[in-house]
T-cell receptor
Framework: AQKITQTQPGMFVQEKEAVTLDCTYD???????LFWYKQPSSGEMIFLIY??????QNATEGRYSLNFQKARKSANLVISASQLGDSAMYFC??????????????FGGGTRVLVKP | NAGVMQNPRHLVRRRGQEARLRCSPM?????VYWYRQLPEEGLKFMVY????????ESGMPKERFSAEFPKEGPSILRIQQVVRGDSAAYFC?????????????FGDGTRLSIL
């Protein structure tokens, strides 16, 4: 079974609008962390936002926020006020603390976002 | 630049040659991770190292691939007798601790092409 599932291979979004990128995960580990990374066409991986499994509040970082629904095992990324520079691949990743040395990240397949002017 | 440094950025090898990819972690980071990314796919974990120790190599192919993180110098991912299927982007990441909420910071990757 896939540990991280991103069901949207690609999305268009109008500039200045908000966009939600879906991410569902599968783990039996009681302690885990969820991460979102951005990969622009230049190829580098840029850390965006983190959510811990025990965090009570949804994480926010500037225009990025994470809609964390623990019971549904989802951690959707919301980008508000989209900009042309947001066009990129976005990856959701999970770290399971107690399993497998606890440090490796498991990535989803990614969602490509294209922001239209 | 105090970020994760990978070199070379691009590497071309012929089948059967060896490829050596280098990674210097962020200053103060002692945990290094290697990932591989095939075109249009997510990153796949390969190996996790601390200084002079391999902690988790569950994602490493059993043959031809090896990794090290010596006491001095960068971490090295070595691929012997490369084949076409080794063509991919190889990313190194580092973190300053093994705790849950520390993000891994990535280098810009090495794009390996096998002729």
């Amino acid at each position: 079974a896939q540990k991280i599932t991103q069901t949207q291979p690609g999305m268009f979004v109008q500039e200045k609008e908000a966009v939600t990128l879906d991410c569902t995960y599968d783990t039996s580990d009681p302690s885990y962390g969820l991460f979102w990374y951005k990969q622009p066409s230049s190829g580098e991986m840029i850390f965006l936002i983190y959510q811990g499994s025990y965090d009570q509040q949804n994480a926010t970082e500037g225009r990025y926020s994470l809609n964390f629904q623990k019971a549904r095992k989802s951690a959707n990324l919301v980008i508000s006020a989209s900009q042309l520079g947001d066009s990129a691949m976005y990856f959701c990743a999970m770290r399971e603390v107690f399993k497998a040395a606890g440090n490796k990240l498991t990535f989803g397949g990614g969602t490509r976002v294209l922001v239209k002017p | 630049n105090a970020g994760v440094m990978q070199n070379p950025r691009h590497l071309v090898r012929r089948r059967g040659q060896e490829a050596r990819l280098r990674c210097s972690p962020m200053k103060g980071h002692s945990h290094v991770y290697w990932y591989r990314q095939l075109p249009e796919e997510g990153l796949k974990f390969m190996v996790y190292l601390q200084k002079e120790n391999i902690i988790d190599e569950s994602g490493m192919p059993k043959e031809r691939f090896s990794a090290e993180f010596p006491k001095e110098g960068p971490s090295i991912l070595r691929i012997q007798q490369v084949v076409r299927g080794d063509s991919a982007a190889y990313f190194c990441a580092s973190s300053d601790a093994g705790t849950n909420n520390q993000p891994q910071h990535f280098g810009d990757g090495t794009r390996l092409s096998i002729l």
